[in-house]
Each structure stands twice: as C-alpha cells, then as structure tokens.
C-alpha cells in the first residue's frame, strides 16, 4: 500500500530507482561542489558568506546597486550581521572603505583591486568546477527526461 505524503496526491512510489539514483548523484555533486567551495575560499581566508557577499559587489557594483539595503536583502543578513561582514572585508583590504553605509540607499560598496582580483579568480575556479558538475549531471539523462529530481528538468 502506498504512503501519501504532502501534497496530497503524491504518492512515494511515484519515484522509480533511477529517480532516487539521480537524486542522489546531484546531492553528492552538489555536497562535493560546496566542499571544494569552501577549500578555495579557505586559499584567500574568506568565509563563505564574505565570499558571497563579494560576488554581489561584483555584480552588482556594474548598476551601481550594492548598497547596504539591497546586499542585506539579497544575503538575507541582519544588519549587525552584514556590518561584521564587510569590516572584515575592509581590514583585509578586499572592499574600499566608505564613510557611513549603514543602511543608505546612495553610497554603494566597491572591491579594491586586490578583492576584485580574488573574485575573479575565485568565480572562474568555481564556474569551472560548476561546468564540470553541470556537465557530469546532464549526462546521465536524456534530453527528454521528465523525472521530477532531474536537473534538464523537460528542456
């Protein structure tokens, strides 16, 4: 006899072996990922929220909207939490210091040269190691694959 589970007609037999191996290929993918994540954030001394916070400057630094409002949203940090954050980063000499930022909508937050330098090689080691799990991922499924744990999903 099947088990429900929420929502209620989805059933636990509704996915097949393939799908739970799939499943578990792309959560070891994943879980692999971040490790190797954290050793190249390890490499230059960041945490992993300082390496995050990093990527949204660079990001967002090209529309000018890396205010302290819009980095606390998109990190979903407090704001003492976000002001630890970026002191840490302006002892290091990775983000150029500002006057007053807290909570103001027109001073933006810029890397220095040294932090846009380590961003850079960071993302591309990471866009690497990304390619290759998205890669590794797809190929083990069909274009065509409609299983609800599938990464191409029905592309």
């Known amino acids: 006899m099947p088990v429900y589970l929420w929502p209620p007609n989805m059933r636990v037999d509704s996915l097949s072996a ?28 960041l945490t992993e929220i300082q390496y ?11 529309e000018q909207r890396s205010s302290f409002f819009e980095l606390k949203k998109r990190l979903n940090l407090t704001d ?4 630890a954050v970026i002191k840490r980063l ?8 500002t006057e007053v930022y807290c909570k103001s909508e027109t001073d933006y937050f810029r890397l220095t040269a040294n932090g846009s330098k380590i961003i850079e090689f960071l993302a591309f ?9 998205k890669t590794k991922f797809s ?10 744990v599938c990464w191409k999903g029905t592309d």
């Not at 995050?52 to 090209?62: G, S, T, W």
């Not at 080691?125 to 799990?133: M, Q, S, T, V």
């Not at 190929?139 to 609800?148: D, I």
């Open 90 to 97: 302006q002892k290091s000499d990775l983000l150029e210091p």
């Open 80 to 83: 003492p939490g976000l002001n």
């Open 139 to 148: 190929l083990e499924c069909s274009s065509h694959c409609t299983s609800p």
């Open 18 to 45: 393939k799908d739970f191996a799939r499943l578990s290929n792309f959560r070891t993918g994943l879980r692999k990922y971040l490790i190797n994540s954290r050793f190249y954030c390890d490499l230059f001394d």
């Open 52 to 62: 995050v916070l990093l990527l949204n400057i660079k990001m967002l630094e090209v």
């Open 125 to 133: 080691l990471h866009n690497k190691e990304f390619e290759i799990f």
